[in-house]
T-cell receptor
Framework: GAGVSQSPRYKVAKRGQDVALRCDPI?????LFWYQQALGQGPEFLTY????????KSGLPSDRFFAERPEGSVSTLKIQRTQQEDSAVYLC??????????????FGPGTRLTVL | DAKTTQPPSMDCAEGRAANLPCNHS???????VYWYRQIHSQGPQYIIH???NNETNEMASLIITEDRKSSTLILPHATLRDTAVYYC???????????FGKGTKLSVKP
């Protein structure tokens, strides 16, 4: 079956531009996570959705980062006025249930954002 | 910060067993040990998890010491496609989000 998909796979933005990154989770998955992965580091948590509700956005690095999941399926991570330090791979993951570490998270391939 | 310590890199010959160690000396009694791996240019992939007993599935085996302060992931017959960064994870955030360390970069060589 289809896994988690993300688009675009690669995005180059000029500093100051706004970008939108899309995540299509596995159908029926309740939980959706966004992670940020800097070069040579493990992924770091950004935000969490349970269906359409954003229950945790404690990992978002600044108010330039905004995420939504209006119908409880597709999610979009938006970064306004991009800065060079935003350059990273942005990963989306989904899982079947809610808030349990033991639920396997299925990751998308990520979007590599490069800010020039 | 992650509660695990892993060697930054390891090599393994193709066809041999790859044994990846992980130290988690501060693990709590009800915390599981999870292993994910990340092949280049892909998202992380779940491998296996366990609490106390050793576990085996089609991908790997997980050996957890009796005191639960360390564990070993075993890939019994490594192939070139097993070249990846392997993450040992014992903790998560309040939403069930994974807390990754830097992992071990495993290179399987012909």
């Amino acid at each position: 079956g289809a896994g988690v998909s993300q688009s675009p796979r690669y995005k180059v933005a000029k500093r100051g531009q706004d970008v939108a990154l899309r995540c299509d989770p596995i159908s029926g998955h309740v939980s959706l996570f966004w992670y940020q992965q800097a070069l040579g580091q493990g992924p770091e948590f950004l935000t969490y959705f349970q269906n359409e509700a954003q229950l945790d956005k404690s990992g978002l690095p600044s108010d330039r980062f905004f995420a939504e999941r209006p119908e409880g399926s597709v999610s979009t991570l938006k970064i306004q006025r991009t800065q060079q330090e935003d350059s990273a791979v942005y990963l989306c993951a989904s899982s079947t249930r809610t808030r349990k570490l033991s639920d396997t998270q299925y990751f998308g391939p990520g979007t590599r954002l490069t800010v020039l | 910060d992650a509660k695990t310590t892993q060697p930054p890199s390891m090599d393994c010959a193709e066809g041999r067993a790859a044994n990846l160690p992980c130290n988690h000396s501060t693990i709590s009694g009800n915390e599981y040990v999870y292993w994910y791996r990340q092949i280049h240019s892909q998202g992380p992939q779940y491998i296996i998890h366990g609490l106390k007993n050793n576990e085996t599935n089609e991908m790997a085996s997980l050996i957890i010491t009796e005191d639960r302060k360390s564990s070993t992931l075993i890939l019994p017959h490594a192939t070139l496609r097993d070249t990846a960064v392997y993450y040992c994870i014992v903790d998560g955030g309040s939403q069930g989000n994974l807390i990754f360390g830097k992992g071990t970069k495993l290179s399987v060589k012909p």
